[in-house]
């Protein structure tokens, strides 16, 4: 009967409550779509009014990358152990406080400090919302659900660059942060109601309940129940161990190929994300022109998420994304080479946009197949939090740079020569998702070159 219903997720049709569950997730991210870059967005507008060089407004936009570092190395594990329920209904308290008490904040110190907070609740709710949504979603789909999830967090970027424009103009850079924290806090009690908890944790931890719990799910998706849960089988991986499970002999090397190209691609893309208003305004545009710009580039990514995953229920899920990173790097240095003409800029950064969101969406789409069940959320967790090193290190080294004489046509450049770099590494692995004889739950069996 277990068999039954997993075999249901994996192979059978996609019932209505599957993509409840996968929309649910999607208006998470998008609301972490939003309160992440809120930093770029009103960026120029707080440097503006506290008086500060590039190298402080660089820290500025990596403490809320810091903090979804922490969240997702330290927070996310625990989905592992308690569920990925409640570990996202906490880490959205987390970010609502963060957001609600920025736009108060009194200097630059304190604001970075509550960005740290927004940061850590942020890490984790992405890391295992992404679970959830590759759980709920069967093989085929598997990959478009997961790429639907950073659809969202695209949406929330780009409206946060819309309601920046406005907000900014009328009220100040403080409204835009307290504008998200009351959308964050009011989708807490939405979250709590519909979330549903995933059905690989009920049938690998067994929780109290497990059983009832395993069975509204069944009844959700219109499958049988069960008169009482199966004995355990042996598992070859368990969530104990963490970080030290993840580089076991079946798992080190895929799990040190991910973790570099989270790296090197969240290192470009949140340069590309953070920086791009601002350098846009260096290289002559107005303010409002700039946050356009920036709007535009996520607004591409909405389509370029949706794409990936059309995409990748075709084809091999790791050739469109080393397609998608290649072609960003042609696109970087496109986009830093057209600021003089501002239409073919925004046609650029419309497109870059499509690139550069694509690659995201494509490592978080591929990096929970790699792991079994009672390691995903630490699997994922992890990746991305080294991938947020990156993306911490890119936009504070970008300032300073920029301090020290650096054009933005030379950062740009180097921003392409990351993305290659990534697209080099990931020829490193090959079907890393499971083949269809693999058992949700149990150890997959990535082939690597």
Same mark, same amino acid.
């Given at each position: ?9 994996d192979?059978g ?27 770029s ?15 402080t ?22 989905? #592992? !152990?308690? =569920?990925?329920r409640? &570990?996202? +209904? $906490? *880490?959205?308290?987390?970010?609502? @406080?963060?957001?609600? /008490? ?11 400090a509550?960005?740290l ?21 069967s093989?085929?789909?598997r ?25 900014? #103009? !009328?009220? =100040?850079?403080r409204? &835009?942060f +307290? $504008? *998200?924290?009351?959308?964050?806090? @009011?989708?807490?009690? /939405?979250?709590?109601?519909l979330l ?52 076991a ?15 090197? &691609?969240?290192? $470009?893309?949140?340069?590309?994300t953070?920086w791009?208003?601002? /350098? ?23 389509f ?11 084809y ?6 080393r ?8 696109l ?18 419309a497109?870059?946009? &499509?690139?550069v ?18 390691l ?8 991305i ?21 650096w ?43």
């Open positions: 009967m277990t068999a039954r219903i997993t075999q249901a997720l192979d049709p996609m019932s209505r409550f599957q993509w409840g569950a996968i929309a649910i997730c999607v208006l998470l991210n998008t609301l972490d779509g939003f309160d992440v870059l809120v930093m967005f009103t960026g120029k507008t707080v440097s503006g009014e506290w008086h500060l060089d590039s190298g407004l660089g820290l500025l936009l990596s403490s809320g990358l810091a903090g979804m570092a922490l969240g997702a190395l330290l927070i996310a594990p625990q989905a #592992d !152990r308690i =569920g990925r409640p &570990v996202i +209904l $906490a *880490g959205l308290t987390l970010a609502a @406080a963060g957001m609600l /008490l920025s736009s108060v904040s009194q200097n630059w110190q304190q604001l970075a509550l960005r907070l927004t940061g850590v609740g942020i890490g984790a709710v992405l890391a295992c919302s992404n679970v959830i949504a590759g759980e709920f979603a093989r085929r789909w990959g478009l659900a997961v790429s639907l999830n950073s659809t969202g967090y695209a949406v929330g970027a780009t409206i946060g660059g819309i309601s920046s424009v406005a907000l900014i #103009d !009328r009220y =100040g850079w409204a &835009v +307290l $504008a *998200g924290g009351l959308a964050t806090l @009011a989708v807490i009690p /939405l979250a709590f109601r549903p908890e995933s059905l690989d944790f009920l049938l690998n931890r067994r929780p109290p309940n497990a059983l009832s719990r395993v069975n509204e799910l069944a009844r959700r998706m219109g499958q049988p129940e069960l008169f009482a849960l199966p004995d355990r089988e042996p598992a070859t991986f368990t969530s104990a161990g963490g970080i030290r499970r993840l580089l002999p079946g798992l080190r090397r895929s799990t040190l190929v991910l973790w570099g190209a989270f790296f090197l &691609v969240m290192a $470009a893309f949140y340069f590309v953070s791009t208003p601002t /350098l846009l305004v260096q290289a002559g545009m107005s303010a409002t022109q700039s946050l356009t710009g920036g709007t535009l580039l996520n607004l591409g990514g909405v370029g998420t949706a794409l990936l995953g059309a995409l990748a229920a075709r091999a899920l790791a050739c469109v994304l397609t998608y990173l290649f072609v960003s790097a042609a970087a240095v496109a986009f830093a080479s057209s600021t003089d003409t501002l239409v073919l800029a925004f046609c650029i950064a497109v870059i946009g &499509v690139a969101n694509g690659c995201i969406a494509g490592l978080y789409a591929l990096t929970p197949s790699v792991y079994p069940a009672p995903r959320a630490t699997g994922v967790g992890a990746a939090s080294v991938g947020r090193v990156g993306a911490i290190i890119a936009p504070t080294t970008a300032g300073w740079l920029l301090d020290g004489g054009t933005p046509l030379a950062l740009y450049v180097t921003t392409g020569a990351v993305f290659c770099a990534a697209g080099l590494l990931l020829l490193a692995m090959r079907g890393a998702q499971p083949t269809a004889k693999t058992k949700r739950g149990t150890e997959p069996t990535p082939t690597l070159l």
